[in-house]
């Protein structure tokens, strides 16, 4: 096992699937100070996966995307967590859940795979303190 591939393959696909929590909760809000937090927050996840898409293919390895049944059951969950109701208090928390669950598992990855290169680990790093960010924003929100 290449823990290299192994941690980048965690960070890529998670910030694949929270970039697509983000776009659905998203078209949810109404909020402007919150739109505009969200699109900041798609932008990160957006280049930490593309960081992690590059030194995956630098060490010759291939990305392993989210299954498209993963994908499915994360849009069903949306909609069935939004569909009571939509307002900024329940999208921050369905938000806040993706971030908490993010910082455990990257934490855990980070002591599982310690002999990964630096560089891995800095990218991972770089999730961690994306969502340590978005929850602390996020927190405002809870009603």
Do not use: C, W
Not at 55 to 68: H, I, M, R, V
Not at 106 to 112: A, E, G, V, Y
């Amino acid at each position: 096992m290449n823990e290299n591939r192994v941690l980048l393959n965690d960070v890529y696909k998670r910030t694949q699937l929270s970039e697509l929590r983000v776009r659905l909760l998203g078209s949810k809000v109404q909020d402007t100070a919150l739109t505009k937090h969200l699109n900041i927050l798609m932008e990160a996840y957006q280049g930490i996966n593309l960081q992690a898409l590059q030194l995956l293919n630098q060490y010759g390895f291939a990305e392993k995307e989210p299954g498209s049944f993963e994908k499915a059951a994360l849009k069903l969950r949306m909609n069935k967590s939004t569909r009571a109701g939509s307002s900024e208090s329940a999208v921050a928390q369905l938000l806040l859940r993706n971030s908490t669950d993010n910082m455990i598992a990257m934490t855990q990855s980070l002591k599982r795979y310690e002999n990964a290169h630096p560089t891995a680990h800095d990218i991972a790093k770089r999730l961690l303190q994306i969502e340590e960010a978005n929850i602390s924003h996020l927190k405002v929100y809870i009603g």
